[in-house]
């Protein structure tokens, strides 16, 4: 996509430099120094501010791990998402809905830049969570938990005096 050439506006620019940057910097340039560094390394007199998507943006600045870290959350989220909805959840179906979009916008862009668009992200990303089954815990029914064999009385609290406390 970034030999798209002028066909993308100023996307071609930034992802090319992007690309080029990420191969000569495998460790990223430091987070929030893509713009800077996009711009010193483009073609031309414009300045950018990120790499315009979101997953190049992160390779840029914090390289292939980051990079991979990321990919892992779009993911995983996205797969909880559409499970959540595929048992006819409402928050999965519209949390399935608000990453797809979040998704198929940062491709194109990196809208979570600004403070107020990454906040609704991780929002959307804790409510799809949030209702995705925890399948890695042991349910009830397969082991029971032990069930104690005296009650003991705590050992802070206040104490009864008086009748063989």
Do not use: K
Not at 9 to 15: I, K, P, S, Y
Not at 27 to 37: F, I, K, N, W, Y
Not at 53 to 65: K, T, Y
Not at 148 to 165: M, Y
Request: charged share 15%; net charge positive.
């Amino acid at each position: 996509m970034s030999r798209a050439g002028n066909s993308l506006g100023v996307r071609g620019q930034a992802w090319q430099a992007a690309l080029s940057l990420a191969a000569d910097n495998p460790l990223g340039v430091g987070l929030g120094r893509s713009g800077a560094a996009i711009s010193a390394t483009a073609t031309g007199d414009r300045t950018f501010v990120h790499a315009h998507n979101l997953w190049l943006n992160w390779l840029v600045e914090a390289g292939p791990l980051a990079f991979l870290a990321i990919t892992a959350v779009a993911v995983i989220a996205l797969s909880a998402a559409a499970r959540a909805a595929r048992a006819e959840s409402v928050i999965g179906t519209v949390g399935l809905a608000a990453l797809t979009g979040f998704s198929l916008m940062s491709m194109m862009d990196h809208p979570a830049n600004l403070d107020r668009i990454d906040t609704l992200l991780w929002y959307a990303l804790a409510l799809v969570m949030a209702e995705a089954p925890a399948t890695w815990r042991r349910t009830e029914e397969a082991s029971p938990a032990p069930l104690p064999t005296q009650l003991r009385r705590p050992r802070h609290g206040p104490q009864r005096v008086g009748a063989g406390a």
